[in-house]
């Protein structure tokens, strides 16, 4: 939700002190190195993303998303979100609430609660079925369409929302593609089949980092990351696995999704074909063996 950065954006929780000296400075600096998407929420959509990374602050007893910087509040992109599934009854989002910053007890309480009444019936819960049940069928027979993962809770969680172990997302903690790649195909080893799983194509600048591309964006960075890890990604399969299967992959996380006309997207939704051509193998294998 970053693309709700603006010149009026303060500075919010999650800001080190690195970006606040520079903020006191070159705001607009740190602008350009906070925001990660410049596309809205309904572009977002209308490209294929159906999964979103999330940081959420409190000021004044209101939510609000950030990164290094406040965004809008949190339920205006959400308000187009409802409509959206509203809409488009078959189709089925993630919301991945990361981070919390400035939340005591009584406002995670107060966020639960909100969260359900917003989604309602929409909210796939761990009541409903495991993970691997979480099938698109299924949700449409049980008009479920979205899947809350709440992280890091200081509290217990309502069965409504997913704990974070149920879908990892290892961070890279990276400022180098070629150690991005490294770690992402080693870190997906360790998913299981019972779980979710994010890999974070994304890298983490440095302070050093940054001071030597004074000139650049993030969005120049995603550029980059996308241009070199677009085979890698190409070479990957999703869907389900055994437990003596090699893992497979299942959501991509990454800045700037709208790049060159959603690239990065296609590349992505392109993957299910093998899932698709899989399944037409299996399916014409059973009809052979059965005649």
Request: a positive charge; charged letters at 25%; one cysteine or more.
């Amino acid at each position: 939700m970053t693309y709700g950065i603006s010149s009026k954006s303060s500075l919010a929780p999650d800001a080190d002190s690195t970006v606040r000296r520079w903020h006191r400075f070159f705001p607009c600096f740190v602008r350009r190195w906070s925001r990660t998407q410049s596309s809205g929420i309904v572009e977002q959509l209308q490209l294929g993303v159906r999964y979103f990374d999330l940081r959420i602050a409190q000021k004044d007893d209101k939510f609000y998303y950030c990164h290094g910087l406040f965004c809008m509040e949190v339920f205006e992109p959400l308000l187009e979100l409802r409509h959206f599934l509203d809409s488009h009854p078959e189709e089925v989002v993630i919301l991945d609430l990361q981070h919390f910053y400035a939340l005591t007890v009584a406002h995670h309480q107060q966020l639960h609660k909100d969260l359900i009444s917003f989604f309602g019936h929409r909210l796939y819960s761990t009541a409903d079925g495991s993970l691997k049940d979480c099938t698109l069928n299924r949700c449409l027979e049980l008009q479920r369409q979205l899947i809350v993962i709440y992280r890091r809770c200081p509290i217990p969680l309502p069965l409504r929302f997913w704990p974070s172990y149920a879908w990892p997302t290892p961070w890279p903690n990276k400022s180098s593609v070629k150690q991005l790649q490294s770690f992402l195909q080693d870190s997906l080893l360790s998913r299981q089949p019972q779980q979710g799983y994010v890999s974070q194509c994304l890298i983490t600048p440095t302070g050093r980092y940054i001071a030597f591309r004074v000139f650049f964006t993030l969005k120049s960075t995603a550029k980059r990351v996308d241009k070199k890890l677009k085979p890698w990604i190409e070479d990957q399969v999703p869907g389900p696995f055994e437990p003596k299967e090699e893992p497979r992959v299942n959501v991509f996380l990454a800045d700037f999704v709208n790049l060159k006309e959603g690239q990065w997207c296609d590349w992505v939704l392109e993957l299910n074909t093998k899932l698709e051509k899989g399944i037409t193998e299996d399916g014409q294998q059973e009809q052979d063996s059965a005649s």
